[in-house]
């Protein structure tokens, strides 16, 4: 795939799992994201120089609006080398008015930065607080976001 067309490489990823973007949990969506980076490399990535990565992250974070609860996971790849990188995420987000147990979690992030590094990176978020705080949740804020960094 091309690095610019990730967002849309995800929702045809996703309908080819009997999935879509609307209907998606945070623990679906976070599978979903890890199979999509098991079955789909970014053309234009250097793998063995951390081109094409996952990042989970969680938190509570006031961003202007009030205090929110985050649980991310993004694709972050990097085209180019050296002064020329150019940094692209694709992100899926969810954000949840915190509560005292949400409260409790500190904020955190792990990174994933080889496809051989899956099965420990998914054990480690199907094993986390976080995500079995919100996994289920639907009443959340939903983002699908790609940006440059």
């Known amino acids: 795939m091309k690095v610019e067309s990730a967002a849309a490489e995800f929702e045809k990823h996703l309908s080819r799992r009997g999935e879509s973007e609307s209907a998606l949990t945070p623990s679906t969506a976070v599978m979903s994201m890890i199979a999509f980076y098991r079955d789909v490399r970014a053309e234009e990535c ?3 120089a951390d081109g094409d990565m996952l990042l989970f992250q969680w938190g509570t974070y006031d961003w202007g609006l009030g205090p929110r609860f985050e649980l991310d996971i993004t694709r972050q ?3 180019g080398a050296g002064d020329d990188d150019d940094i692209r995420q694709f992100h899926v987000k969810f954000r949840f008015k915190p509560d005292e ?3 409790s979690l ?3 992030d792990r990174w994933c930065r ?3 590094d899956l099965a420990d990176f998914t054990s480690f978020i199907e094993g986390h607080p976080a995500y079995h705080a919100v996994g289920s949740r639907t009443d959340g804020e939903k983002d699908f976001v790609y940006e440059g960094v």
Do not use: H, N, R, S
Request: no cysteine.
């Open 46 to 48: 250097d793998l063995e």
């Open 114 to 116: 080889t496809p051989q």
């Open 106 to 108: 500190a904020a955190g």
């Open 77 to 79: 790849f990097i085209v």
């Open 101 to 103: 147990l949400l409260l």
